[in-house]
């Protein structure tokens, strides 16, 4: 069974920064792409940026020039690090990761952002 834990949530306020981390239970090189994505109550989860295994990165339009999405193959994580972050940015974080071997792709239990105004 494939864990994903994240970890780095927290109270920050409004132009502060955080960094997320999600450590894999398996070898993130077996994902082809990892990515985070957030939640708030009441709307749809929505992804925030993905990493490919080769380091292609993508990000949501209001994250681009805030956010950035990294890989340590070594650690078996992956790391958004989230600068200028505003009280819009606050939401449930989640990691997902999606192997050839499943599927279905593999989620963590979330960690909670809250940015203050």
């Known amino acids: 069974q494939v864990q994903l834990v994240e970890s780095g949530g927290g109270l920050v306020q409004a132009g502060g920064s955080l960094r997320l981390s999600c450590a894999t239970s398996?070898?993130?090189?077996?994902?082809?792409?990892m990515a985070w994505y957030r939640q708030v109550p009441g709307k749809q989860r929505e992804l925030v940026a993905r990493?490919?295994?080769?380091?292609?990165?993508t990000y949501a339009n209001s994250m681009k020039g805030r956010f950035t999405i990294s890989r340590d193959n070594a650690q078996n994580t992956v790391f958004l690090q989230m600068d200028s972050l505003r009280p819009e940015d606050t939401a449930v974080y989640y990691c997902?990761?999606?192997?050839?071997?499943?599927?279905?792709?593999?989620w963590g239990q979330g960690t909670q952002v809250t940015v203050s105004s």
């Open positions: 997902n990761a999606r192997s050839v071997y499943s599927s279905s792709p593999y």
């Open positions: 990493i490919t295994d080769r380091g292609r990165t």
């Open positions: 398996r070898s993130i090189s077996s994902f082809y792409d």
